[in-house]
């Protein structure tokens, strides 16, 4: 590449098109299909250059900024070593009780539990926001360490 020459090109998926040009996913692969609008396929999906998009619409395409906060979703798993039933049983009813009790606005926290009675030991799979599943991993350092 010869220095300065480097012109950014901008690549879409189908589903980027659809929300910017406020149209269904479906009615974008049907312009796919149909050659109104010109698209590379990568692997199993369809990219759009950004002068395609905008010969489709007619003019330029202004991006929007996302709008309300930014969605975190952590997925953790805890491994405890040498619990017996009793303790299984205290950690798990904790641990879904609480998951079960979102906090004020805050989505649900999943939680599967996996107790592997011969290896005395305890998986917990916890899916949610940042807040609730790091409030659910001090309840779970707390009832393990009792």
Do not use: C, W
Not at 11 to 16: A, I, L
Not at 18 to 26: D, F, P, Q, T, Y
Not at 78 to 107: Q, S
Request: overall charge neutral.
């Amino acid at each position: 590449m010869v220095e300065g020459s480097f012109v950014e090109q901008r690549y879409y998926s189908v589903d980027q098109v659809a929300e910017l040009l406020g149209l269904h996913v479906k009615t974008v692969r049907g312009y796919i299909r149909d050659g109104r609008l010109a698209a590379t396929r990568i692997g199993k999906q369809y990219r759009i250059r950004r002068e395609d998009l905008e010969a489709l619409s007619g003019g330029p395409v202004e991006e929007r900024a996302p709008s309300g906060p930014v969605a975190v979703e952590v997925s953790t798993v805890v491994r405890l070593e040498g619990v017996d039933r009793n303790r299984v049983d205290r950690v798990t009813t904790l641990v879904t009780a609480a998951a079960a009790t979102p906090g004020r606005g805050r989505p649900p926290v999943h939680v599967q539990a996996v107790h592997d009675a011969a290896a005395h030991s305890l998986r917990l799979v916890i899916l949610g926001d940042a807040a609730g599943t790091a409030a659910l991993l001090e309840l779970v350092e707390m009832a393990a360490s009792d």
